[in-house]
């Protein structure tokens, strides 16, 4: 069913719920206050019911379909959200490969792209501040920017586009060993 087809099916029921509704509830009111002085038939009673029960099973009915769906929906979405982290740090390896960075380098451009100060970095790696000023300025100049804005540019248009930046990368220098420490995972959820 399409989407504009479920919003009137639900419009629908909600309507058909309120005035079944409605009625129960003024019947009620008109039985408890004295409203009415003659009684209503047994079979207007009884359609009464028979409607606000269809209305009850037909809203739980829906109930329970939008939340399969909103729960589907979710899941999906959490699912590309890990897919599109994972192509991140696919991407960004790959970067960091083309641009022959240092594993000191990775580390430092890691914690760059999570939006750690130079301070930050420089604690987190136990080293002075000159140091990672030093790192991030051989990163730039390897990845070809000028700035931290413009190294984040590069994997978002990646992303974004499929498709490799505007910016072109320097030639890829002879790949070396990989080392056994690596930098921390990427966290997409941190803000920054």
């Known amino acids: 069913m399409t989407t504009r087809r479920m919003t009137w099916a639900l419009r629908l029921l909600v ?3 309120a005035a079944f509704t409605a009625v129960f509830l003024w019947d009620l009111a008109a039985s408890i206050l004295g409203l009415r002085t003659t009684p209503i038939s047994w079979q207007m009673r ?14 739980l009915v829906a ?14 979405a959490e699912d590309s959200l ?6 991140f740090m696919d991407l960004v ?13 990775r580390d430092v451009a890691l914690f760059a792209l999570k939006g750690m100060s130079l ?17 991030t300025n051989a990163i730039y100049r390897k990845a070809g920017v000028t ?8 994997f978002i248009d990646d992303l974004l586009a499929g498709a490799p930046p505007l ?14 420490r690596s930098p921390a995972p990427f966290d997409a959820s941190r803000p920054g």
Do not use: C, M, N
């Open 15 to 17: 309507a058909f719920q």
């Open 46 to 59: 009884e359609l009464i019911e028979v409607g606000a029960a269809l209305g009850l099973l037909a809203g």
């Open 63 to 76: 109930g329970t379909l939008v939340l399969r769906r909103a729960r589907a929906r979710q899941l999906r």
């Open 82 to 87: 890990r897919a599109a982290s994972g192509h």
């Open 93 to 105: 390896q790959d970067r960091f490969a083309d641009w022959a960075l240092t594993p000191a380098e």
């Open 119 to 135: 301070s930050e970095i420089a604690a987190l790696r136990d080293t002075s501040e000159g140091t990672v000023k030093a790192q």
């Open 147 to 154: 700035g931290r804005p413009q190294l984040l540019s590069l």
């Open 167 to 180: 910016i072109t990368t320097p030639p890829r220098a002879p790949a070396r060993p990989p080392e056994v």
